[in-house]
């Protein structure tokens, strides 16, 4: 049977308040698989009061390369990970596009697997880039340009394609399996054995069941639909 992760990422909502009534909530369900949940930095805490007792991993939206400095605004993969977390999200395309985020990929996915912390690196295509089949083009310099100095192990990989992150447009199971095969050879080209890769974008509890069960899918990163609690426990259920 499929080991299946789900990840929730809470991007800029809720506040430390709702991030405690979604868990008292949430955690009366009785769940299966690994989850994690990535919600706004200043509710980790909150967050990670929340989930002590349960098997729910807590990670961090972004880090920078240091572990100290005179950054501004920064938040610190140690800090975080004394905190509690166990995972930290690199690559996600809003990092991407709204921060200018490309060649320091590599450095923030790197410090953070050498600080033992698990990452997922995200990967997409835009619709442009789609339309002029420049998908597996895209696919492999964004792999091969983030992954340079990453560990195999405590990796994970979350395919999105940004034109279906937020828009309501689910890529079809065939054409997320397609991009999920293609990034699974690579990696295994690469040296990068037994990473798991999550489809992410515009994941709901209806389209979960059809694209979880697609061969290379391993399971989904999930945003709109994870922020309420139900509508992310269906997903979970898959
Ligand atoms: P979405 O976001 O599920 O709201 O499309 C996914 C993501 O950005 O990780």
């Known amino acids: 049977m499929k080991h299946k992760i789900f990840a929730a990422n809470w991007k800029m909502y809720k506040t430390p308040q709702q ?12 769940l299966k698989g690994d989850i ?14 929340e ?8 990670g961090i939206q972004n880090i920078y390369t240091k572990a100290e400095g005179a950054f501004t605004g ?4 140690r800090t975080a990970q004394e905190m509690g977390c166990s995972t930290v999200l690199v690559g996600h395309s809003e990092r991407r596009t709204l921060f200018h985020e490309s060649e320091i ?11 033992g912390l698990k990452v997922v690196f ?3 295509e835009t619709l442009e880039q789609r339309e002029n089949n420049q998908t597996e083009k895209i696919l492999t310099e964004q792999l091969q340009s ?3 100095k990453a560990q195999a192990q405590n990796l994970i990989v979350a395919y999105e394609p940004v034109w279906a992150i937020g828009t309501g447009k689910t890529a079809t199971s065939q054409q997320a399996e397609e991009a999920h095969r293609f990034i699974s050879q690579w990696l295994e080209k690469n040296n990068f054995q037994n990473v798991p890769i999550l489809y992410g974008g515009s994941v709901k509890p ?11 899918i391993s399971g989904f990163l999930v945003g709109g639909a994870s922020l309420d609690p139900e509508s992310f426990k269906k997903i979970c259920s898959v």
């Open 19 to 30: 991030t405690q009534e979604f868990f008292k909530k949430f955690l009366s369900y009785d």
């Open 36 to 49: 994690f949940f990535f919600p706004p930095a200043l509710c980790l805490s909150s967050a990670l009061d």
């Open 51 to 58: 989930t002590k007792n349960s098997n729910i991993q807590i």
């Open 74 to 77: 920064e938040n610190s993969a």
């Open 105 to 115: 990929l590599s450095e923030k996915l790197q410090y953070a697997q050498s600080l």
């Open 122 to 124: 995200c990967v997409g």
């Open 146 to 148: 983030g992954l340079r």
């Open 206 to 216: 209806e389209n979960a069941p059809e694209l979880i069960s697609q061969p290379h």
